[in-house]
């Protein structure tokens, strides 16, 4: 009796080990795979948005398509058409479209 006690304590000591160590490889693969890209992604829009100057063209996250004629602080201001200006937040800018296509 006191055998198959002692057998059964061994199992779930080592299955307690199996299951820390399957919860931690679940953790460094979600790390790799989810979060790690997404700070990447997010240090390289950072990067992107303190670099923009005057005459750059851009497009805003409602779908805006302008030129910087201003920038101030976290403010750009954007000229959408021949004189037609706004002001958008620098947070508000996601792309850049300089390379783009003329249409």
């Known amino acids: ?15 307690g080990y199996q299951t820390i160590i399957m919860f931690a490889l679940i953790l460094v693969v979600f790390w790799f795979f989810m979060i790690r890209p997404q700070m990447k992604k997010q240090k390289e829009l950072t ?42 937040d620098k947070a508000a800018v996601i792309k850049d479209m300089s390379d783009a296509a003329k249409q």
């Not at 009796?1 to 080592?14: E, V």
């Open 47 to 88: 990067k992107f948005r303190s670099e923009l100057k005057k005459g750059d063209k851009i497009v805003t996250t409602g779908g805006i398509y302008g030129k910087i004629a201003d920038i101030k602080d976290n403010v750009v201001i954007l000229e959408i058409e021949d004189g037609a200006r706004m002001r958008v």
């Open 1 to 15: 009796m006191t055998n198959s006690l002692i057998i059964a304590l061994q199992a779930q000591t080592g299955s």
